[in-house]
């Protein structure tokens, strides 16, 4: 077959399986709001067997045969088709290495994880989640050894959530933040200044922090014609299509953040998705690059704008008119409460500052597991020893310690390093961004957001999966991942509101 007909053909059979995804996203999103519960046995089994349509398709050796037609061949040059038949191989490689009966294995192992974390963690039986836990860990070590990896089996997990990222340059990235970032949280731990967060648990009825999310939302650049918001207990964003992208988020009358800070983190996830190039949609080029660069959209739009004093200049005296609790509340008050850091001992109501750290912790221990430097029955040890390290905190329980988090219940290791890619990703981007822009700030003061979107737009949404995620950061933004960004952007914000030097 001639390398042009066999490429028509990966773009036909690439569109197909997106085509078949939609309708299955699209149950899944109703799975996660509004399917009644006597629907979940049906929807649940209507999903697997979506899936294994999909995974059929997507391993079908003629995949392979297409693939090495077009390989090598002058259509190469092309930098779309190569940009796709990069991401197809590897996609396709990897996912036709792992023999059918260890992802299944995989599968029914993190399924029965999942649900067996849930009730162990309200009985706090550690000793009973031990064997789950090691089952996960024998089994990622197998699927390491089925899909190859350069220099050690944890590049082989990081790879399925950060392609191209390799442990020896994670290594030194987070090196380099930790010392600054536990020295930045005793600083402000010993700051005689303390942010009045009493003003954000005052009264906030439901639905006019939902009023207020509805009309900030768009003009930050989430279309809701391509969109919607609606409500769960666990916030989410879904992609169906560009035209398509939906958000939840989740309402607590007495606690303004959750809601309002929780959106605009999913609208950033949302933009990103609806920023994608329509005209590949199906294909790889159209395609989101990694969930460190989703983070860093989501995260971006939720703290350097969302939480900075210019959002709020612009937002402030709006939000006074909605909320009566608001009423007395001086500006710089709330900003300050907005961006209080106090170590926790729940990664996920963690603070900008302190968040890293949990991140960290999680990273070292899954990597000394892997690495078989740490035995699982050591594991809430090693725990609460860097917890004490890092926060100055120890968990009295193993649910609010190394049993907090369903991701290593569900098998998930390799995972978590993509948050704090996320915030590095994001302070990196958006310092380039002011180099070229000018200063940010005084445009969010202004109500002028479309700016920032533009810029985001052209670097990195409309670039799908045009480059590996470390390739696009460096085209963007001119130099490799590099937690400077972050360090900066922290002591920068963080030292002047709690009155440090
Ligand atoms: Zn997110």
Same mark, same amino acid.
């Not at 209507?46 to 999909?54: D, G, K, P, T």
């Not at 039986?125 to 699927?143: C, H, M, Q, S, T």
């Not at 696009?472 to 590099?482: V, Y």
């Given at each position: 077959m001639?390398?042009?007909?066999?490429?028509?053909?990966l773009l036909?059979?690439?569109?197909?399986? #997106?085509?078949?995804?939609?309708?299955?996203?699209?149950?899944?999103?109703?799975?996660?709001?509004?399917?009644?519960?006597?629907?979940h046995?049906?929807?649940?089994?209507?999903?697997?067997?979506?899936?294994?349509?999909?995974?059929?398709?997507?391993t079908?050796p003629k995949?392979?045969?297409?693939?090495?037609?077009?390989?090598?061949?002058?259509?190469?040059?092309?930098?779309?088709?190569?940009?796709? !038949?990069?991401?197809?191989?590897k996609?396709?490689?990897?996912?036709?290495k792992?023999?059918?009966?260890?992802?299944?294995?995989?599968?029914?192992?993190?399924?029965?994880g999942?649900?067996?974390?849930?009730?162990l963690?309200?009985?706090?039986?550690?000793?009973?989640?031990?064997?789950?836990?090691?089952?996960?860990?024998?089994?990622?070590?197998?699927?390491?050894?089925? !899909?190859?990896?350069?220099?050690? !089996?944890?590049?082989?997990?990081?790879?399925d959530?950060?392609?191209?990222?390799?442990?020896?340059?994670?290594v030194?990235?987070?090196?380099a933040?930790? #010392?600054?970032?536990?020295?930045?949280?005793?600083?402000?731990?010993?700051a005689?200044?303390?942010?009045?967060?009493?003003?954000?648990h005052?009264?906030?009825?439901?639905g006019?922090?939902?009023?207020?999310?509805?009309?900030?939302?768009?003009?930050?650049?989430?279309?809701?014609?391509?969109?919607?918001?609606?409500e769960?207990?666990?916030?989410?964003?879904?992609?169906?299509?560009?035209?398509?992208?939906?958000?939840?988020?989740?309402?607590?009358?007495?606690?303004?953040?959750?809601?309002?800070?929780?959106?605009?983190?999913?609208?950033?996830?949302?933009?990103?998705?609806?920023?994608l190039?329509?005209?590949?949609?199906?294909?790889p080029l159209?395609?989101?690059?990694?969930?460190? !660069?989703?983070?860093?959209?989501?995260?971006?739009?939720?703290?350097?704008?969302?939480?900075?004093?210019g959002?709020?200049?612009?937002?402030?005296?709006?939000?006074?008119?909605?909320f009566?609790?608001?009423?007395?509340?001086?500006?710089?008050?709330?900003?300050?409460?907005?961006?209080?850091?106090?170590?926790?001992l729940?990664?996920?109501?963690?603070?900008?500052?302190?968040?890293?750290?949990?991140?960290?912790?999680?990273?070292?221990?899954?990597?000394?597991?892997?690495r078989?430097?740490?035995k699982?029955?050591?594991?809430?040890q090693?725990?609460?020893?860097?917890?004490?390290a890092?926060?100055?905190?120890?968990p009295?329980?193993?649910?609010?310690?190394?049993?907090?988090?369903?991701?290593?219940?569900?098998?998930?290791?390799?995972?978590?390093?993509?948050?704090? *890619?996320?915030?590095?990703y994001?302070?990196?981007?958006?310092?380039?961004?002011?180099?070229?822009?000018?200063?940010?700030?005084?445009?969010?003061?202004?109500?002028?957001?479309?700016?920032?979107?533009?810029?985001?737009?052209?670097?990195?949404?409309?670039?799908?999966?045009?480059?590996p995620?470390?390739e696009?950061?460096?085209?963007?933004?001119?130099?490799?991942?590099?937690t400077?960004f *972050?360090l900066?952007?922290?002591?920068?914000?963080?030292?002047?509101l709690?009155?440090?030097?």
């Open positions: 001639d390398a042009k007909t066999a490429y028509q053909e036909e059979r690439s569109r197909e399986r #997106a085509y078949l995804s939609s309708p299955a996203r699209l149950a899944a999103w109703d799975l996660r709001t509004y399917i009644p519960k006597k629907g046995p049906h929807r649940a089994q209507a999903l697997a067997a979506f899936s294994r349509m999909i995974h059929q398709k997507a079908d995949i392979g045969e297409l693939l090495a037609a077009v390989e090598g061949s002058t259509l190469m040059e092309d930098p779309d088709v190569a940009a796709n !038949v990069r991401a197809w191989r996609d396709y490689d990897r996912t036709t792992v023999p059918e009966s260890l992802a299944a294995e995989i599968a029914e192992a993190a399924s029965r999942e649900s067996a974390w849930a009730e963690r309200k009985k706090n039986d550690w000793e009973g989640f031990v064997p789950y836990l090691k089952r996960n860990i024998e089994l990622k070590k197998a699927y390491a050894e089925a !899909v190859g990896y350069d220099e050690e !089996v944890y590049d082989a997990l990081l790879e959530y950060e392609e191209g990222l390799r442990t020896r340059e994670l030194p990235l987070f090196e933040l930790k #010392a600054p970032a536990i020295q930045l949280v005793r600083e402000i731990q010993a005689p200044k303390k942010p009045p967060v009493e003003i954000l005052r009264h906030y009825p439901k006019a922090q939902e009023a207020f999310v509805l009309e900030v939302l768009p003009e930050l650049g989430y279309d809701l014609e391509a969109g919607r918001l609606d769960t207990a666990h916030p989410f964003a879904i992609r169906i299509h560009p035209g398509d992208v939906r958000i939840t988020t989740r309402y607590f009358e007495d606690f303004f953040n959750a809601a309002f800070f929780g959106s605009v983190h999913e609208a950033g996830h949302a933009m990103y998705e609806q920023g190039p329509e005209e590949h949609w199906g294909t159209g395609e989101s690059v990694s969930l460190g !660069v989703h983070e860093s959209q989501s995260r971006m739009w939720e703290n350097l704008v969302g939480r900075s004093r959002f709020w200049q612009h937002y402030f005296p709006r939000a006074k008119e909605r009566e609790a608001l009423a007395d509340v001086e500006l710089s008050d709330f900003v300050f409460a907005v961006n209080e850091v106090k170590p926790s729940i990664r996920v109501e963690a603070d900008e500052v302190t968040y890293n750290l949990h991140i960290l912790l999680r990273f070292e221990l899954e990597l000394a597991l892997f078989d430097e740490l699982v029955e050591d594991l809430p090693a725990w609460n020893e860097k917890m004490e890092y926060l100055g905190l120890r009295k329980t193993y649910a609010e310690g190394v049993m907090q988090d369903v991701h290593w219940a569900g098998g998930a290791f390799g995972y978590f390093p993509t948050y704090t *890619l996320g915030n590095v994001a302070a990196q981007l958006f310092a380039a961004a002011e180099r070229e822009l000018g200063a940010l700030e005084p445009r969010f003061a202004a109500g002028e957001f479309a700016v920032l979107l533009g810029w985001l737009r052209e670097r990195v949404h409309r670039q799908g999966r045009r480059y995620p470390k696009l950061i460096e085209r963007a933004t001119g130099a490799p991942p590099d400077a *972050l900066d952007y922290l002591n920068r914000k963080f030292r002047p709690y009155g440090l030097t």
